[in-house]
């Protein structure tokens, strides 16, 4: 446990159970992608809040972590070959979660790299323009009198639920395999897009029906559930 106890990030966040994997989060739509990973995989793991309002993720600590100053960010202690692993952004982290328990991700070659492309397209697509929705609509800049900025994402962030709407056609889930890290990686955004953001009616989510079933079954889930509120306030 040495790599955990000397890494900086155990100064402003110490670890109660060092022997398990250590996520510093935020139940933002990215920092739950993580944390509902752990509890649909069943991982032991310890949650720390980083609390933007405080920047935290702007400290020595956590920039030693992730120097993007980003959430989440993991520290698995047990990781390949049994060294501890330090690592950031919420897609690779889907992954190698889904690497190391040989679940939620498809068995088959072939059928491993569709998910990784559905896995990339939310990265660069969905996240991205569905929190730029986010911004114009709700935040900062709803106040600008010019709305073609909002109405360029409003008119992408459309399009994508269009695509994952023609995906869902005859599946319950986007990979034939079923549930899985896409699904994970897609549908908190999707929730936020509607929820946190307030902007169903913007983009028109009620014309995506399958989308929308997928999603009730997505946060009906029990792990869902939990992992939406992690880390507690």
């Known amino acids: 446990m040495t790599f955990l106890q000397d890494h900086p990030i155990a100064r402003r966040w110490p670890a109660a159970h060092p022997d398990r994997i250590q996520l510093y989060s935020l139940?933002?739509?990215?920092?739950v992608k993580v944390s509902i990973a752990l509890e649909e995989l069943g991982l032991?793991?310890?949650?720390?809040?980083?609390?933007?309002?405080?920047?935290?993720?702007?400290?020595?600590?956590?920039?030693?972590?992730?120097?993007?100053?980003?959430?989440?960010?993991?520290i698995d202690p047990d990781g390949p070959g049994g060294a501890p692993l330090a690592l950031f952004e919420s897609g690779a982290i889907l992954w190698y979660l889904g690497e190391k328990t040989g679940?939620?991700?498809?068995?088959d070659a072939a059928q491993r790299y569709?998910?990784?492309?559905?896995?990339?397209?939310?990265?660069?697509?969905?996240?991205?323009?569905?929190?730029?929705?986010g911004f114009f609509h709700k935040f900062?800049?709803?106040?600008?009198?010019?709305?073609r900025p909002r109405d360029r994402y409003v008119a992408e962030s459309r399009r994508l639920l269009g695509v994952l709407e023609q995906r869902l056609q005859?599946?319950?889930?986007?990979?034939?395999?079923?549930?899985?890290?896409?699904?994970?990686?897609?549908?908190?955004?999707?929730?936020?897009?509607?929820?946190?953001?307030g902007a169903g009616e913007l983009v028109g989510c009620t014309d995506f029906a399958r989308v929308g079933a997928a999603l009730q079954a997505f946060v009906e889930r029990p792990a869902v559930a939990r992992g939406l509120t992690i880390p507690a306030p």
């Open 27 to 31: 139940p933002t739509p990215n920092g």
């Open 44 to 74: 032991p793991y310890e949650a720390h809040r980083v609390a933007f309002d405080r920047n935290d993720q702007l400290t020595p600590e956590f920039l030693a972590l992730n120097p993007n100053h980003k959430i989440p960010a993991i």
């Open 103 to 107: 679940r939620l991700l498809p068995a």
């Open 114 to 133: 569709e998910a990784l492309q559905w896995l990339m397209w939310q990265m660069a697509g969905v996240g991205p323009m569905f929190g730029q929705v």
């Open 140 to 147: 900062a800049g709803r106040e600008f009198e010019d709305k």
């Open 170 to 197: 005859g599946r319950e889930w986007i990979l034939d395999g079923g549930y899985s890290v896409v699904d994970i990686a897609v549908f908190p955004w999707v929730r936020n897009l509607v929820g946190f953001y």
